[in-house]
C-alpha cells in the first residue's frame, strides 16, 4: 500500500486491492501506479464526483487524460476507489485547478 497526498492535505491510500481491481477492470492502468499516485497529489483539476467522492485528473497529452477517483473520509484519511484514462478533458464542477 501506497500513500498520496490530495491538495486537502488529507493521506489518501492506495491499497493493492484497489489496484487489482483497477487493473482487472482497466488493463490499460497496468503500468501506471505511481501516476495514480502523482495525479492525487498534483493534479492538473480536482472534480467533485459523485457521493463524496474527488476526482484528482492529469493531462497526459492530447485526448489523454488520467482520472483518479478517491474519497476523503476525514480530515486525515482517504482512499482510492477507481482510476482510468478519458479520451476528453472530464466534465464537473472544478473544486480547485493549476494556475
Known amino acids: ?20 481491481h483497477i487493473t482487472e477492470n482497466h488493463d490499460d492502468m497496468a503500468s501506471y501506479y505511481y501516476d495514480v499516485l502523482e495525479t492525487i497529489e498534483n493534479p492538473d483539476l480536482v ?4 457521493k463524496g467522492t474527488l476526482k484528482a485528473t492529469k493531462n497526459f497529452g492530447k485526448d489523454r487524460w488520467l482520472v483518479a477517483v478517491y474519497r476523503e473520509v476525514s480530515k486525515k484519511d482517504g482512499f482510492v476507489i477507481t482510476a482510468y484514462f478519458l479520451d476528453k478533458k472530464p466534465k464537473g464542477e472544478i473544486i480547485w485547478q493549476r494556475n
Open 1 to 20: 500500500m501506497d500513500i498520496a497526498y490530495s491538495k486537502n492535505d488529507v493521506s489518501v491510500r492506495l491499497s493493492y486491492e484497489r489496484w487489482y
Open 47 to 50: 472534480i467533485r464526483g459523485n
